[in-house]
T-cell receptor, first 113, second 112 residues
Framework: KAGVTQTPRYLIKTRGQQVTLSCSPISGHRSVSWYQQTPGQGLQFLFEYFSETQRNKGNFPGRFSGRQFSNSRSEMNVSTLELGDSALYLC????????????FGPGTRLTVT | GQQLNQSPQSMFIQEGEDVSMNCTSSSIFNTWLWYKQDPGEGPVLLIALYKAGELTSNGRLTAQFGITRKDSFLNISASIPSDVGIYFCAGKGGGSQGNLIFGKGTKLSVKP
């Protein structure tokens, strides 16, 4: 079974721009969660989508948004990028019911200059 | 937001040594997960625990779900160089609502 894939792996953007990251979950998984990882803050939960609906949301500003498609693939968007948005963005998929074991993708390294 | 206290923050290991780390929370969890992350990669799930008191092994790794449901422990026996990395605990409360809460990680390095 193929694992979680994320594209792109690396991205360099300028302050004020916007960015869209993509995540394809493990086949059969209906839940996709997004995390921001930085050295100082660790893994911070952004949001979770289950069956195309946002099920949970972390404490991030509205510049961070996401969506999930009918095939469970998910995208997250960050608008008006700030230097502090530089981080590793991880997506994790799970079955979403009964078992909450999450399986992570390799991440997208975003650098904002 | 809610956080788990994971300790130690870092430790040095010598090949062959046993290693222990733990996580504690002020809240009760129904699920405890342990992950390992290598540089430049996403965390990899090592062990999942679902019942208070449960003890589960995965090779040289053993994890326990504390009986109070507020803590979990991970032990690595006879460590080897490839054990270096960052280990994260994660916990989740009951129901489909509520996300996984992650500890800040324990960084394992080889003793110089």
């Amino acid at each position: 079974k193929a694992g979680v894939t994320q594209t792109p792996r690396y991205l360099i953007k300028t302050r004020g721009q916007q960015v869209t990251l993509s995540c394809s979950p493990i086949s059969g998984h209906r839940s996709v969660s997004w995390y921001q990882q930085t050295p100082g803050q660790g893994l911070q939960f952004l949001f979770e989508y289950f069956s195309e609906t946002q099920r949970n949301k972390g404490n991030f500003p509205g510049r961070f948004s996401g969506r999930q498609f009918s095939n469970s693939r998910s995208e997250m968007n960050v608008s008006t990028l700030e230097l502090g948005d530089s981080a590793l963005y991880l997506c994790a998929s799970s079955v979403g019911t009964v078992s909450y074991e999450q399986y992570f993708g390799p991440g997208t390294r975003l650098t904002v200059t | 937001g809610q956080q788990l206290n994971q300790s130690p923050q870092s430790m040095f290991i010598q090949e062959g040594e046993d290693v222990s780390m733990n996580c504690t929370s002020s809240s009760i969890f129904n699920t405890w997960l342990w992950y390992k992350q290598d540089p430049g990669e996403g965390p990899v799930l090592l062990i999942a625990l679902y019942k208070a008191g449960e003890l589960t092994s995965n090779g040289r790794l053993t994890a326990q779900f504390g009986i109070t449901r507020k803590d979990s422990f991970l032990n690595i026996s006879a460590s080897i160089p490839s054990d270096v990395g960052i280990y994260f605990c994660a916990g989740k409360g009951g129901g489909s609502q509520g996300n996984l809460i992650f500890g800040k990680g324990t960084k394992l390095s080889v003793k110089p």
